[in-house]
C-alpha cells in the first residue's frame, strides 16, 4: 500500500510529519470539524478540532458495497419487528426478567399496545455497525456488531472527513488514492426524513428539536436546566427526574417518536441473537430467500445465555476460551460491553442464576490492525496499530402500513487503538476516519 510506504517516511522524517499533521487540523478547523472542549462542554466560544485520523483507512470496496446494499433490509427488518408484539414478548422473555432496563421499556411498550397507538407515523433512524473479520484463509468478511436504533452518533461532522482526507493524500502525493475516498452526504439525507415525517404530520406549526433548514421548521432547544422545573432531589441531593414516567407519556402522545419503544426494543441484544436462529429471519422476509441470505451473511456467532443445556453449553464455551467471544449486555452507545478475563468474573457469578439472560454471548470480530496518527487533542502523536468499525446509517418513514421511504444514507468509520476493546465517538477513544476504497 502507498499509504503505508508514505507512514513509514513520515516516520523517520518528524518535521514533515508535524507540517502535514498541523495542515490536515487546520483543514478540519476550516471545514467545520470542530467540537467542544472538555474543560468547557457548554460553551460555544471554545472549541477544538474533531478527533481524527491523519491517513484514511483501506477498507476493500466490495465489502463497503455489501454493507450499503444491505441496509435498506435492515430498516425493514426493525420496522418488521417493532410492529410485532408476539415476537418481541417471546424473543424478551426470559431478558426482561433479569434486566429491569428492557423490563421497564416492556411494560411502556405493552401498556401503549393494549391501549392503543395515537400516532400511525413511524421514523427511524439508524446505524448498523461492522468490522473486517480475518479469517484463516486471511480472507476478511464483513460482520455486524450490532444495530443502533437509539444511540445513532455520528451524522453532521462526518459529513466534512473526506475532504480532510483528500488533502492529506493530496498533500503526499498520492492523488489517484485521494480519489478512492467516497463522498459521505450523511446528514441532508437524514434531514430529508425528518422534513417528510414532518410534512405527514400535517401540522404547519409542528416543532422538532432536530432540525433547521430552509423550510420555515421551527425549532425548540432544551437544556438541562430546563428539566430542573420538573425533577426533584433525592436524598443525595440529585437531580431525579421521573424519566419512564415521561417516556410513556411522550408514547402515548400525538407526537412522532424517534425512535418510538417498539424500535427501540427491536434494537436490543437478545432480539439481535433470537434473529441469528435458523429460520427467524424467514417469518420476517417469507418468499425472499435472497434477502435472508443477504442479512444473514453479516451475521457472526450469537449464542444465548437462557436457562437450560443450551445456555449452559454457552457458558463453558465462554469460560474455556473467554478471549474469543463478547460478552454484551441489553445497552447501546459504546462501553458497556466485557471481555477477556472479565467475562469469566462475569459468568462465574451468574452462571447458576437467571441473572445471566440479561446477556448474550457474541464471536469477537478478529480485524487485521492497519497502522495510522490518530489525531486528538491533547494526546502525543505517535503511530498506532489501529482498528476500525464501519457504521452504516439508514433512514424509514411509514404512516400506517405504507412506507415512504427506505434509504440507505451514508457511513461512518471509526477508529481506535488495537490495544483498546471497545470505544464510541462520545467516549473519546475513537476517531473519525474516511475508508479508502480498494
Not at 115 to 137: F, H, K
Not at 184 to 197: E, I, R
Amino acid at each position: 500500500m502507498a499509504t503505508e510506504a508514505i507512514l513509514q517516511r513520515l516516520i523517520t522524517n518528524p518535521e514533515r510529519l508535524k507540517d502535514l499533521v498541523d495542515k490536515a487540523k487546520d483543514v478540519a478547523l476550516q471545514s467545520g470539524m470542530v467540537i467542544r472542549t472538555k474543560e468547557k462542554p457548554n460553551s460555544s466560544e471554545v472549541v477544538t478540532y474533531y478527533p481524527f485520523s491523519l491517513f484514511p483507512t483501506p477498507v476493500p470496496k466490495a465489502a463497503f458495497l455489501q454493507a450499503l446494499a444491505v441496509q435498506t433490509h435492515f430498516n425493514t427488518l426493525v420496522d418488521k419487528i417493532s410492529q410485532d408484539p408476539d415476537f418481541l414478548e417471546e424473543a424478551l422473555a426470559s431478558t426482561i426478567q433479569a434486566d429491569d432496563f428492557t423490563a421497564k421499556l416492556f411494560d411502556i411498550y405493552r401498556h401503549v399496545q393494549q391501549e392503543g397507538r395515537t400516532q400511525p407515523i413511524v421514523v427511524g433512524l439508524l446505524r448498523s455497525d461492522y468490522m473486517l473479520d480475518q479469517g484463516e484463509c486471511r480472507t476478511s468478511s464483513l460482520k455486524q456488531i450490532e444495530i443502533n436504533t437509539i444511540s445513532v452518533a455520528g451524522f453532521g461532522v462526518i459529513d466534512r472527513v473526506p475532504e480532510v482526507h483528500r488533502y492529506v493524500l493530496r498533500s503526499v502525493g498520492l492523488l489517484g488514492e485521494s480519489e478512492c475516498v467516497p463522498d459521505n452526504n450523511v446528514t441532508p439525507k437524514m434531514c430529508a426524513a425528518l422534513v417528510k415525517t414532518w410534512e405527514l404530520y400535517g401540522q404547519k406549526n409542528a416543532k422538532n428539536n432536530f432540525l433547521s433548514l430552509c423550510r420555515n421548521i421551527p425549532v425548540i432547544r432544551r437544556k438541562f436546566e430546563d428539566v430542573s422545573r420538573r425533577g426533584s432531589l433525592d436524598d443525595d441531593k440529585k437531580l431525579f427526574v421521573c424519566a419512564w414516567d415521561a417516556r410513556l407519556m411522550m408514547e402515548r402522545s400525538l407526537a412522532v417518536k424517534l425512535p418510538d419503544i417498539g424500535t427501540q426494543l427491536a434494537g436490543t441484544k437478545k432480539v439481535q441473537q433470537v434473529l441469528s436462529k435458523p429460520g427467524v429471519l424467514e417469518k420476517f422476509f417469507p418468499d425472499q430467500p435472497r434477502v435472508v441470505e443477504r442479512i444473514r451473511a453479516t451475521f457472526a456467532g450469537l449464542y444465548t445465555l437462557d436457562m437450560g443445556l443450551e445456555g449452559d453449553k454457552t457458558v463453558e464455551m465462554a469460560l474455556a476460551a473467554p478471549d474469543q467471544f463478547v460478552l454484551k449486555p441489553q445497552r447501546e452507545g459504546g462501553g458497556n460491553n466485557i471481555y477477556g478475563s472479565d467475562i469469566c468474573q462475569v459468568l462465574q457469578q451468574v452462571k447458576e442464576s437467571t441473572e445471566r439472560t440479561a446477556y448474550i454471548l457474541m464471536d469477537k470480530i478478529q480485524p487485521t490492525p492497519v497502522q495510522n496518527y490518530m489525531l486528538r487533542r491533547d494526546f502525543p502523536l505517535q503511530i498506532s496499530n489501529c482498528d476500525s468499525e464501519l457504521g452504516v446509517f439508514g433512514v424509514y418513514v411509514r404512516q400506517g402500513k405504507d412506507t415512504v421511504m427506505n434509504e440507505c444514507v451514508g457511513h461512518l468509520l471509526r477508529t481506535k487503538s488495537s490495544e483498546v476493546s471497545e470505544g464510541g465517538l462520545t467516549t473519546g477513544i475513537c476517531v473519525v476516519d474516511s475508508p479508502l476504497l480498494l
